[in-house]
């Protein structure tokens, strides 16, 4: 019985508790059970309109017991964040809610003037005009931020555009990846897990994989989904699929539904797989090429991406001459690696990318090392015997596939 297995509870409400502010079936009996069980309940929200009070006063008039501080909505959390990124004015693209949590942290909401930040939450009386604004604003420096990035909500008579849809299109024309608050991202579940004795038993309650399941998965927590249609994602490594389903909240005390365990893999989850490419380059006393970049304090092989229409070798080759000014050609294929312990990368910007990458043993055949690439990076040949200390863990092993001639064509 899942009921039996968790101290707390973490539910969704669109979908979960209601939909189009109708209750469904056994929510309210279920909630009731679970408080006289003195199980811990909060409500995290991706839907940034209305303020925390509001959402308690729907839910008291639903009939659900609620309290302020059950609810975590993106609309308060993204408040939350403005002011300890210690933000002091915004414009939103958002409802008035959204700017009355965000005034109640001290926050100026301004029409015209310059700000520190653009807030874009849901408005549906939003205008060309007010996404011009936004970009504009981007333009001349102000941090992007949004409340969400659901693609739809439900709505009675079907989807209905999602607060996703206006940061795309901010995204879009800005060229700028938003910093984003809601589920699936951590700062809504992080705003109950840090203040949680880790030894409770934590459990997120949800009916959309994409943002419920994947954003507790990633803080390592047991995920239900709601929903009376089971889903199906083609690896069963992917985070989106849930460790139980039910079709109705009563169905927490039914006592042949249990959860599978959930064990994080320790890294991210990925947004995107993307190929890459790594170069081995041996100049003529058998030294080996490494690069250390001036923000990254390790050593490291060339490595890239493939532009399209590029073949791996062209690819590998353009790389090696744009780090470098090295002009190589392609000796051997080591290998393709593509081990998400050591090839998903999480960027600064936030996104998170798991890289196939083709390795090659390269010749030089010309050119020399450049001035200007040795201003962003340090270049310079090691022995064999005698390499850094501090080389990518990764890049090691590859190189010992290399002297491993045996080892030709790996896959890892
Ligand atoms: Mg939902």
Same mark, same amino acid.
């Given at each position: 019985?899942?009921?039996?297995?968790?101290?707390?509870?973490?539910?969704?409400?669109?979908?979960?508790?209601?939909?189009?502010? @109708?209750?469904?079936?056994?929510?309210?009996?279920?909630?009731?059970?679970?408080?006289?069980?003195?199980?811990?309940?909060?409500?995290?929200?991706?839907?940034?309109?209305?303020?925390?009070?509001?959402?308690?006063?729907?839910?008291?008039?639903?009939?659900?017991?609620?309290?302020?501080?059950?609810?975590?909505?993106?609309?308060?959390?993204?408040? @939350?964040?403005?002011?300890?990124?210690?933000?002091?004015?915004?414009?939103?693209?958002?409802?008035?809610?959204?700017?009355?949590?965000?005034? !109640?942290?001290?926050?100026?909401?301004?029409? $015209?003037?310059?700000?520190?930040?653009?807030?874009? !939450?849901?408005?549906?009386?939003?205008?060309?005009?007010?996404?011009?604004?936004?970009?504009?604003?981007?333009?001349?420096?102000? @941090?992007?931020?949004?409340?969400?990035?659901?693609?739809?909500? #439900?709505?009675?008579?079907? #989807?209905?555009? !999602?607060?996703?849809?206006?940061?795309?299109?901010?995204?879009?024309?800005?060229?700028?990846?938003?910093?984003?608050?809601?589920?699936?991202?951590?700062?809504?579940?992080?705003?109950?897990? =840090?203040?949680?004795?880790?030894?409770?038993?934590?459990?997120?309650?949800?009916?959309?994989?994409?943002?419920?399941?994947?954003?507790?998965?990633?803080?390592?927590?047991?995920?239900?989904?709601?929903?009376?249609?089971?889903?199906?994602?083609?690896? #069963?490594?992917?985070?989106?699929?849930?460790?139980?389903?039910?079709?109705?909240? $009563?169905?927490?005390?039914?006592?042949?539904?249990?959860?599978?365990?959930?064990?994080?893999?320790?890294?991210?989850?990925?947004?995107?797989?993307?190929?890459?490419?790594?170069?081995?380059?041996?100049?003529?006393?058998?030294?080996?090429?490494?690069?250390?970049?001036?923000?990254?304090?390790?050593?490291? +092989?060339?490595?890239?991406?493939?532009?399209?229409?590029?073949?791996?070798?062209?690819?590998?080759?353009?790389?090696?001459?744009?780090?470098?000014?090295?002009?190589?050609?392609?000796?051997?294929?080591?290998?393709?690696?593509?081990?998400?312990?050591?090839?998903?990368?999480?960027?600064?910007?936030?996104?998170?990318?798991?890289?196939?990458?083709?390795?090659?043993?390269? $010749?030089?055949?010309?050119?020399?090392?450049?001035?200007?690439?040795?201003?962003?990076?340090?270049?310079?040949?090691?022995? +064999?015997?005698?390499?850094?200390?501090?080389? +990518?863990?990764?890049?090691?092993?590859?190189?010992? =596939?290399?002297?491993?001639?045996?080892?030709? !064509?790996?896959?890892?």
């Amino acid at each position: 019985m899942l009921a039996e297995k968790f101290d707390v509870f973490l539910f969704d409400l669109d979908g979960v508790i209601y939909i189009g502010g @109708k209750l469904l079936p056994g929510v309210k009996e279920t909630l009731a059970q679970l408080r006289r069980l003195n199980k811990r309940i909060y409500f995290l929200t991706n839907d940034p309109i209305p303020t925390r009070r509001q959402f308690v006063e729907r839910l008291q008039g639903l009939g659900i017991e609620a309290h302020l501080d059950e609810i975590i909505s993106s609309g308060w959390a993204t408040a @939350k964040t403005l002011r300890l990124m210690e933000i002091n004015s915004v414009y939103v693209l958002g409802s008035d809610g959204l700017k009355t949590e965000i005034r !109640g942290f001290g926050i100026d909401v301004v029409e $015209k003037s310059d700000c520190q930040a653009v807030v874009v !939450g849901h408005d549906d009386q939003l205008s060309y005009g007010h996404i011009r604004q936004a970009i504009q604003l981007i333009h001349r420096g102000a @941090k992007f931020i949004a409340t969400n990035v659901d693609a739809t909500f #439900p709505g009675p008579e079907g #989807p209905c555009p !999602g607060t996703g849809a206006i940061v795309s299109a901010v995204q879009t024309s800005s060229g700028r990846r938003p910093v984003i608050i809601g589920k699936p991202y951590p700062p809504m579940f992080r705003t109950v897990l =840090d203040h949680l004795d880790p030894h409770l038993r934590v459990a997120m309650v949800g009916d959309n994989p994409y943002t419920d399941i994947l954003g507790a998965h990633q803080q390592g927590i047991t995920a239900i989904l709601r929903s009376d249609k089971a889903v199906d994602f083609p690896s #069963p490594k992917d985070f989106r699929i849930p460790d139980a389903r039910i079709t109705n909240l $009563k169905e927490l005390f039914t006592p042949a539904i249990t959860a599978r365990p959930w064990g994080k893999p320790p890294y991210a989850w990925p947004e995107t797989v993307e190929p890459a490419v790594a170069a081995v380059v041996f100049d003529g006393d058998g030294r080996i090429l490494l690069i250390k970049r001036v923000d990254f304090d390790v050593w490291g +092989l060339p490595t890239g991406h493939i532009e399209p229409g590029e073949t791996v070798q062209e690819a590998v080759i353009r790389e090696v001459y744009e780090e470098t000014g090295l002009r190589v050609k392609v000796s051997r294929y080591i290998g393709v690696y593509s081990d998400p312990m050591y090839l998903v990368v999480s960027h600064p910007s936030g996104k998170v990318c798991h890289y196939i990458t083709s390795c090659m043993e390269c $010749k030089i055949v010309g050119g020399y090392l450049r001035a200007d690439c040795v201003e962003t990076a340090e270049v310079a040949f090691f022995e +064999l015997d005698n390499l850094p200390t501090n080389l +990518l863990t990764l890049h090691g092993e590859w190189l010992r =596939d290399v002297l491993n001639r045996d080892n030709a !064509g790996v896959l890892r």
